[in-house]
């Protein structure tokens, strides 16, 4: 019998999970949609910028140390 307690504190566990899971899914979605309705229009206007794929962004190249 303990291992059928055990399955079903497990099967509970797995249920609150993935409720909170999915919870947290659209709360975040949610987010999503309201940070890119609002600046939408101020982007359209604007020329998007290149990406920056340098090692240390900001920072000055250092020639290497003989």
């Given at each position: 019998m303990a291992k059928r307690g055990k399955a079903e504190k497990w099967a509970a566990r797995?249920?609150?999970?993935?409720?909170?899971?999915?919870?947290?899914?659209?709360?975040r979605k949610a987010q999503a949609r309201g940070r890119t309705s609002e600046p939408a229009a101020a982007a359209a206007d604007e020329k998007p910028a290149a990406p920056d794929f340098r090692r240390n962004p900001g920072g000055k190249l250092e020639p290497p140390e003989s």
């Open positions: 797995s249920a609150r999970l993935a409720a909170a899971l999915r919870e947290n899914l659209k709360r």
